[in-house]
């Protein structure tokens, strides 16, 4: 019996530095007030985002095909998003938000939140779409 009690603290502390240390995904916040238009661009409203109002906010979405995408606020300015294309460049595996970066969970390749590649085997950065910001929105595509 007492191995087993072992064991069980042994796991809950294993599971407590996992947290602690941030291994486990922090997911971005699915997009609400999402509209997809005619021409295939995404309008994100930024009122009904409010994980964008901060420099490293984000927040996911897919287009009218289901690809998915992130939109990111990359400074201060009213002007500073970047809306990235989740599939990594190495093998196009959907990327995940850990922490303050995007992995990809197939071969481990990591990307800053804007998409710049920081750790391979991906060698290119995520795939950049344009973005049109309003005072209300942000237009991706």
């Known amino acids: 019996m007492q191995n087993d009690k072992d064991v069980s603290r042994r796991a809950v502390l294993c599971g407590l530095a996992v947290l602690t240390l941030g291994l486990v995904p922090d997911t971005a916040i699915a997009a609400t007030g999402v509209k997809v ?3 295939g661009k995404v309008e994100v409203s930024l009122s009904r985002n409010p994980a964008l109002k ?3 906010g984000t ?3 897919q287009d009218r095909n289901g690809q998915s995408f992130a939109l990111v606020r990359t ?3 009213s002007s500073a998003y970047r809306a990235i ?5 190495h093998e196009g595996e959907k990327v995940v938000k850990s922490g303050t970066k995007w992995v990809c969970p ?7 939140l804007n998409g710049d590649v920081k750790v391979g085997p991906a060698k ?3 795939v950049q779409v344009p973005v049109k910001v309003s005072a ?6």
């Open 37 to 39: 238009l005619a021409n």
């Open 54 to 56: 901060k420099v490293g």
């Open 59 to 61: 927040v996911q979405f």
């Open 75 to 77: 400074g201060k300015s």
């Open 85 to 89: 294309n989740l599939s990594c460049t």
């Open 106 to 112: 197939e071969h481990r390749a990591e990307f800053a």
């Open 124 to 126: 290119a950065n995520l």
């Open 136 to 141: 209300t929105k942000v237009t991706v595509g």
